[in-house]
């Protein structure tokens, strides 16, 4: 279906190739992974496919692509638009009409479809994409899961022979990714549907993809499938690192079997010794704090004490007070009853230099934070504001990461080199809270693993507290000494990490459920657990 | 900092097409002095059917998709803008973006800017009327003006400072201009025949002239000057970071970029 033929690649203004003598065959009905690092080249293969690349973007392209037996060379992507449907990141980006059902008719009324065409194709894919009884509804008040569907609708619209999605779930919370890849696998299944996708956090796809093709740093690309891949590939799952940490022969790619792979490792007592850290003083102190927006309650008498020195995840669905507790901390708004206290101080009182020093806060979007043309202008303004010495910024940022290039655009970054920027930005004047809210929405591995170890350095070694809202359960294993679970405005759960992630196996991380039950959350848990198990089951 | 080229260029054929259409719609604005009777209805026609002419012409010339988008996006925008400030007493906060966006992106795409932008507003705020295509005509001209504005001076880019005062002396031309344009497509009508400074049918060109001089001093300067000012300023509060994102849209969405295609045999050579 997908043929390159030793393909290479040249943007402009750049001297090195992207891709060099790449050649593979998708064939029909089958669904592709592609993965890498940030910035190695996965959109650029995903757009090659339809064209986008170099047709809009320029640059120079050797050998040849053909789709369908189409050569993107001599047709423009929009003569491929019929054939190949394409799904962006974040699909609000995409929309050009304010309801579903406009926005599925819109691809065909620029192809010319006939009127009674589109009528059935509209009902046709309102049922596969279970979006019927949203068909009337605004799009802009969709959940991110179904507007992605949506999205994927009106590529599918079009009856394409490939879907190409580039990181189409990497905008969504769990809930809604699942709901979105699950509707994929059953295109692929039911309807013969050709699928490339490029995804970072492979935990929730692997199970679907048929091969892999993996784009390494340097510019070199296998294809293979998974099992190949993973054996090898720096970029892998949490339960693909267990078994190469634990050597079984093979991984696997589902939770269920690699714990039928490891049932030998789990028939003794676990011990239950967790590192308990000392925290210190209380920084935040929340009484009895309620919030309702008009008659929407988005907390009710919520009280709460957070310590420094301690890393807070706050879990919970969309809507479930989270946002609203963390803008109560930050003093963005009054609390309508009860108190908040950080450090003593009511935060809305606290204004300038002060309030820098005392509350750190990154929103959702942590770009909404950068306004300056490049990254050098923003570590000065932030010398500037915090009073520091110049250059103090800058130095920091480096070691988070060593090749940001200073004279670039704050958003032309990479979602982690940016994420990496406001951070140093905000943890350059040493806040005494820290917020994040989602920090590791659209961050791959490595990023991820950067975010963990600033966090934890910060917190432990500097002795702050941090508070992070987060639905990725695997981050807060990683990183979270406490976790507080929120629903519909009251706390729910409140405990150390360990006791509120096991608790349910909804909420429990991948090592969690292939270890249980033994309470080990992290690869790096286990491993220490089993040499502590079986050392003393050598003893005795 | 990286010169910056119009982002389309029109055909040989499309200049000769706007040349002609601009002669025609100048006609419509300056018959007064050279014509007697009333030739008003057969001008609004004509210069309906040449704007739209020239916009079929450019458009199934050279311009891409992504001009297209562009100029769609910032036609919008400026859409979105001119209801705020509602036309009255001159304050029409629409000429600074499109100078501003027209330098960025080349007078053929500026002079398009100004016509669509002009039309699409004119829906929203209801000023659609015989007045329409005068007016399109005008902010279509202004597009062309800025846009064609030179890149280079002795040899060095102007930007910065330099760049930002040019923009605000088109910026004032351009709200004089408009003045003058819009007054003589109303001063015929607006009057009656009675006054010291009406309009004279077949009149002598010089009487009329100095007629219409002292109507546009005496009655629209205190249009002018508010809409001098207001662009001015908005120019001078506006321009770097507008400048700076349109040109980073510029070079983000690789305008002019050359696509090459080739064998796999030869870049390995």
Known sequence: MITFNSVSLIYPHSLHTVFEDLSFTIDEGEMVLVIGATGSGKSSLLRLINGLVPHHTGGILAGDISVDGISTSLTKPGGLAHLIGIVGQNPIHGFVTDTVEEELVFGMEALNFAPDVMRKRVEEILDLLSLAHLRARSISTLSGGEQQRVAIGSALVMHPKVLVLDEPTSALDPIAAEEVLSILHRLVHDLGLTVVISEHRLERVIGFADRIIAISADGKTEIDIPEEILKKSPIAPPIVHLARALNLDSVGTSVREVRRMTTHLRDFTPLVSQPRHTYGETVVTINKLSHFYGEKVALREVSLEFKSGEITAVMGRNGAGKSTLFKSIVGFHKSIGGQITVLGTDPTELHGHNRLATIGYIPQEPSDLLIHPSVAKECAASDRDNGLEDGSTFAFLIRLTPTINPDAHPRDLSEGQRLSLVLALILCSGPNVLIMDEPTRGLDYKAKSLLVDTLISYSRNLGKCVLIATHDVELVAEVADRVVFLADGDVVADGSTLDVLLSSPAFAPQVAKVMSPAPWLTVKDALRGIAAATGKDSQE | ?269
């Not at chain 2, 002609?20 to 007697?36: D, E, H, K, N, R």
């Not at chain 2, 880019?157 to 819009?182: Q, Y």
């Not at chain 2, 205190?222 to 001098?228: E, L």
């Not at chain 2, 507008?242 to 030869?266: D, G, M, N, V």
């Open chain 2, 1 to 269: 900092m990286k010169d910056t080229k119009g982002i389309y260029q029109l055909s040989l054929q499309s200049k000769v097409v706007l040349t002609f259409t601009s002669v025609i719609a100048l006609a419509g604005f300056v018959w007064p002095f050279f014509y007697v009777g009333n030739l008003q209805w057969i001008f609004v026609v004509a210069i309906a059917a040449s704007a739209f002419l020239l916009v079929s012409e450019v458009g199934i010339g050279s311009i891409d998709a992504k001009s297209i988008a562009l100029l769609g996006v910032m036609s919008a925008f400026i859409t979105l803008l001119r209801p705020l400030g509602a036309g009255a007493a001159g304050l029409e906060p629409i000429w600074f973006a499109l100078i501003i966006a027209a330098r960025v992106f080349g007078p053929s795409w500026g002079f398009l800017l100004g016509i669509t932008s002009m039309t699409t507003s004119a829906l929203l705020t209801g000023g659609v009327g015989p007045w329409l295509p005068y007016q399109v005509f005008a902010a279509g001209w202004i597009g062309l003006l800025a846009g064609a504005l030179p890149q280079r001076f002795a040899g060095k880019l102007i930007r910065g400072a330099a760049e930002k005062v040019m923009l605000i002396v088109v910026g004032i031309f351009a709200s004089f201009a408009f003045g003058i344009l819009m007054d003589l497509q109303f001063w015929p009508w607006v009057l009656g025949s009675s006054t010291q400074l009406s309009y004279i049918p077949g009149g002598a060109l010089s009487e009329n002239f100095s007629r219409f001089i002292t109507f546009h001093f005496a009655s629209s300067m205190a249009w002018d000057i508010p809409r001098a000012i207001l662009t001015s300023v908005l120019i001078a509060m506006t321009a770097t970071p507008f400048l700076r994102a349109l040109r980073r849209t510029y070079f983000k969405a690789a305008f002019l970029t050359p696509i090459e295609f080739k064998s796999a045999l030869q870049i390995k050579n």
